[in-house]
């Protein structure tokens, strides 16, 4: 068994202290990865605070893991000792699934294996994530990071990237289409980079004035703030597709549903903790689509990964050690990081 040491929260809410634990040995088709860096998501607060459901404890979070080949199995092909690789929320699945063979892993019939909460498939445990110092993988859920992305930064795009990156190209953004992100934050900041990018133009859609100028700094095109009296008058019918990556369930989504086409889309890529309420009249009568995604393949988010580099798009990051964790929880929660929050695991 391969020693770790990482920062987990022992019970359910309880702060993140650090953990020691075992990974296994590398099997066949394993890669084991010293990380380097790993970034916060919101999920994993949800994880922790038991607010998407009961959890497995003690827990080590983390899904945007970007490291360094320190070994592989022997019936390893794609990587070598030495190679930048990353690691983002899924670590199996069935393979065997309509889905899993169309590379949408994300969305196994079976159940895919979350990179951390979900018992191995082969029932030998539960996963651990990547606040920690090395992880074992299945070379088929490794992904490779280009040379020219830094390693630090490139970590958010294992979750925050290929989150945005996959309903834009599934909706095909691009030339002639006009696209708006709810929300400028750790998710929504990359909506921007990456919309602009595929050549869409780009709204940032926002309540609070305060973010205006980042939106254009990012690449947007146009700022909207939503509690203006007539922005919704305003923009009625505008877009072609509106990512939502907001996590509130108290958004009046009859209302971002009028700023759509006809058969314009919008996207729920944040996950509120309570049910959302929604009118479907403007839908109705517009034949309007109202949709979620999650994350993406592994074959989508090399794609990603490889967009990201041809174009220079990496996030916006404040990099931090591990036994700040905690303090940066309280901080997401109050929307207080431009724009994700990314660990030092060589500080562990």
Same mark, same amino acid.
């Given at each position: 068994?391969?020693?770790a040491k990482g920062m987990a929260a022992p019970t359910s809410k309880a702060p993140l202290k650090p953990y020691t634990f075992e990974r296994r040995?590398? @099997?066949?088709?394993d890669v084991v990865i010293d990380i380097k860096y790993c970034g916060i998501c919101h999920s994993d607060i949800h994880m922790v605070r038991d607010e998407w459901g009961p959890g497995h404890f003690p827990m080590v979070p983390g899904h945007e893991i970007a490291g360094v080949v320190r070994a592989v199995g022997p019936k390893v092909t794609k990587y070598k000792v030495g190679d930048h690789v990353g690691v983002g929320c899924l670590v199996d699945s069935c393979a065997e699934c309509a889905h899993c063979k169309q590379d949408l892993e994300q969305y196994?019939?079976?159940g895919q294996t979350l990179t951390y909460g979900s018992m191995e498939r082969d029932g030998s445990g539960i996963t651990q994530g990547g606040?920690?110092?090395v992880? +074992? +993988? @299945?070379e088929s859920f490794v992904v490779r990071i280009p040379d020219?992305?830094?390693l630090d930064k490139a970590a958010p795009l294992l979750c925050a990237g290929i989150t945005l990156y996959s309903p834009l190209a599934h909706w095909k953004a691009g030339p002639g289409k006009k696209v708006a992100i709810m929300g400028l934050g750790g998710l929504g900041h990359m909506g921007v980079k990456l919309a602009k990018a595929m050549g869409a133009e780009v709204t940032v859609l926002s309540h609070s004035e305060s973010k205006r100028d980042d939106a254009l700094k990012l690449g947007a095109d146009r700022f909207v703030l939503t509690k203006n009296a007539d922005a919704f008058k305003d923009n009625a019918m505008y877009f072609d597709l509106i990512i939502n990556t907001v996590s509130s369930a108290d958004l009046e989504m009859a209302r971002y549903f009028s700023l759509l086409k006809l058969d314009g889309t919008l996207v729920? +890529?944040?996950?509120p903790d309570k049910p959302l309420s929604v009118n479907v009249f403007p839908l109705i009568l517009m034949r309007r689509n109202f949709a979620g995604s999650a994350i993406g393949g592994l074959k989508e988010t090399q794609e990603m990964l490889d967009f990201c580099a041809k174009h220079n798009i990496t996030p916006e990051i404040e990099l931090i050690t591990p036994d700040q964790v905690n303090v940066a929880y309280e901080r997401v929660l109050k929307s207080d990081v431009r724009y994700r929050f +990314?660990?030092?695991?060589g500080k562990i």
């Open positions: 068994m391969i020693q040995d590398p @099997k066949d088709h196994c019939m079976e606040y920690s110092n992880i +074992v +993988v @299945k020219s992305l830094p729920s +890529v944040g996950a +990314v660990l030092d695991m």
